[in-house]
């Protein structure tokens, strides 16, 4: 079945650059999704990406993906201590769009 | 309320009891989804329901439970469960099970903690 691999920890200094990486092993993906979670609440979309775009910025955040490897990553420009949560990875094929989620990478922000 | 609700947001039992979990989306989306939580593991789907039919059970022990009395409601209803059930549970909801991208909105989850 579908698989989505991440790391499970990444440690940054405030106002560095996070990158949280994963790969996924359906080369039938069409939408890959990053998710963010907070402390004590749910899952909530950060952005996604359509499986014939390479990149896709939205502010500090910058997708890229490398459909040919099956990597995407996330880049977190300028991270500050509220960007602290555990980011999800996930990726579906359409269809009734099930979502195959990553184990999720918890992001840690030093100050 | 608005979004994704979930209740209770912590729950401890034994192995005996019988509890349910409580979700209601405010959004309406017509799908609903129970996911498993547990540390270092990815995010499980267990069960998706559509205008409250069930289209998908994830290979979920009898133990757990589904109900979909509506688009708005689901709930898990959880019996003799076992000390490795213990995780959050996740509900979320999307407007429709159609092709497309579609997002899902997640509930802030309830902690369960099987003794």
């Known amino acids: 079945g579908e698989d989505v691999e991440q790391s499970l920890f990444l440690s940054v200094r405030e106002g560095d650059s996070s990158v949280i990486n994963c790969t996924y092993t359906?080369?039938?993906?069409?939408?890959l999704y990053w998710y963010k979670q907070e402390p004590g609440a749910g899952l909530q979309l950060l952005t996604y990406i359509f499986s014939n775009m390479d990149m896709k910025q939205d502010q500090r955040l910058t997708v890229l993906l490398n459909k040919k490897d099956k990597h995407l990553s996330l880049r977190i420009a300028d991270t500050q201590t509220g960007d602290s949560a555990i980011y999800f990875c996930?990726?579906?094929?359409?269809?009734?769009?099930?979502?195959?989620f990553g184990t999720g990478t918890k992001l840690q922000v030093i100050p | 309320e608005t979004g994704v609700t979930q209740t209770p947001r912590h729950l401890v039992m034994g192995m005996t009891n019988k509890k349910s979990l409580k979700c209601e989306q405010h959004l309406g989306h017509n799908a609903m989804y129970w996911y498993k939580q547990s540390a270092k593991k990815p995010l499980e789907l267990m069960f998706v329901y559509s205008l409250e039919e069930r289209v998908e059970n994830n290979s979920v022990p009898s133990r757990f439970s589904p109900e979909c009395p509506n688009s708005s409601h689901l709930f898990l209803h959880l019996h003799t469960l076992q000390p490795e059930d213990s995780a959050l549970y996740l509900c979320?909801?999307?407007?429709?099970?159609?092709?497309?991208?579609?997002?899902?909105?997640f509930g802030p989850g309830t902690r369960l903690t099987v003794l």
């Open positions: 979320a909801s999307s407007q429709n099970l159609a092709g497309g991208h579609n997002e899902q909105f």
């Open positions: 359906d080369s039938s993906s069409t939408y």
């Open positions: 996930a990726e579906s094929t359409g269809g009734y769009q099930k979502v195959t």
